[in-house]
């Protein structure tokens, strides 16, 4: 039997409109479900945003306050995809107003902010899902089988990348993105908090860390106008970037292993740069988000010349098979939400998590501001 459950999505940014897709897919790919979500309502502070939203995608009504959604007893889960210096007020209040919370990351602008949320939820009995999509790839599930497993021995380091050019052009405008008070860390947030998720996602908890970070374009022109995604301006006055757009970091694992994270929003030349490569005794994997579906594995006695080969995930693999019949067919970024999705709506309709959660969202909090407390100190950070 199927039932419906009503969402919202809060905050229709590109974000926004990536969540509401993913409830519209989720059971063209997972048929099994036992919730059918039923779009409810839309809320975004911008004139007009909401309203447009609900006349393209369905939602029964639209609103520029997200407390109207809080009130409403149709809605019982909501997508929270405003930016990030709302999502303590915004996710406590849907949490404690009875609806289950799928939340972007970083969740909140400190750790003190994503563990407010995390105990609201908790306290509230309901389910809290959070948007670390590159772990739910089938590559990155099977790496981290295959890590698991032993394939590649004992893990002795690992690389994580995470390199954009979104804020590269000189007149990308001076969004909340760039500010402290409304964005909170800068790349650190946006990006390095994917790498800490990945990196505990595959090799467990980190123990201590040491890190640098820069800034590379230290002014930018205010909008004049309202914005979305990392749009460009070449009018309003110049104003101060003050968070990060660099970061590198060197990172020490429970288990003895040893990382590198480096990210960065300013490469010219890199698009959507993500991957990782993990080194153990016996071997190694690589993954590149460009090539969303192939793994690099190394394995074998030879240890010195031993080959790299190519790897396609397939049916096997995670969730794959909910969206191909067989290897090497290409999956998108937009699958990896429905992926969320499915999980979130799994969390609700067993009353148990699946997937990444806010405690997972308050450990890479915890781990952001030890990195940004180093590179403040220029020492190493212990985290436990």
Excluded at 271 to 288: I, K
Excluded at 307 to 313: E, G, I, K, N, R
Aim: net charge negative; hydrophobic share 40%.
């Amino acid at each position: 039997m199927v039932n419906t459950l009503g969402v919202a999505v809060v905050g229709f940014g590109w974000m926004g409109r990536v969540h509401t897709q993913a409830y519209a897919r989720v059971h063209h790919h997972f048929p099994q479900l036992s919730l059918r979500p039923e779009l409810v309502a839309v809320a975004d502070e911008v004139p007009g945003r909401a309203k447009e939203a609900a006349g393209l995608h369905g939602f029964a009504c639209a609103t520029r306050d997200w407390r109207e959604v809080a009130a409403d007893p149709r809605v019982r889960a909501v997508s929270i995809t405003a930016p990030n210096f709302l999502h303590r007020e915004i996710g406590v209040a849907m949490a404690e107003a009875g609806k289950h919370i799928w939340i972007e990351k970083p969740v909140g602008l400190t750790a003190e902010d994503a563990r407010a949320v995390a105990d609201a939820v908790a306290k509230a009995g309901v389910q809290g899902t959070v948007g670390f999509n590159y772990r739910n790839a089938p590559a990155v599930e099977a790496a981290r089988e295959l890590i698991s497993a032993g394939e590649i021995g004992t893990v002795t380091h690992v690389r994580i990348r995470l390199f954009s050019d979104y804020a590269a052009h000189p007149q990308g405008a001076l969004t909340w993105r760039y500010e402290r008070a409304r964005g909170g860390s800068g790349v650190l947030g946006d990006l390095a908090s994917h790498g800490v998720d990945l990196a505990r996602h595959l090799l467990g908890e980190i123990t201590s860390l040491t890190a640098d970070t820069a800034v590379f374009v230290p002014q930018r022109a205010r909008p004049t106008g309202a914005t979305a995604g990392h749009s460009l301006t070449d009018g309003g006055d110049l104003g101060p970037v003050e968070n990060e757009d660099y970061v590198n970091c060197l990172l020490r694992f429970a288990s003895g292993a040893r990382g590198v994270l480096e990210a960065c929003r300013v490469s010219v030349g890199e698009q959507n740069n993500y991957g990782f490569e993990v080194h153990g005794t016996r071997g190694a994997v690589f993954w590149d988000f460009r090539r969303m579906g192939e793994l690099g594995v190394s394995r074998g006695t030879s240890y010195q010349d031993q080959p790299v080969s190519t790897v396609y995930v397939g049916p096997g693999h995670g969730e794959y098979g909910a969206f191909q019949p067989g290897a090497a067919t290409s999956m998108g970024y937009d699958d990896l939400k429905v992926i969320e999705a499915h999980r979130f709506l799994r969390s609700i309709a067993e009353g148990t998590p699946v997937g990444a959660t806010l405690d997972d969202a308050v450990a890479s909090a915890v781990t952001l501001d030890a990195i940004g407390h180093s590179a403040e100190r220029g020492a190493w950070v212990d985290l436990v």
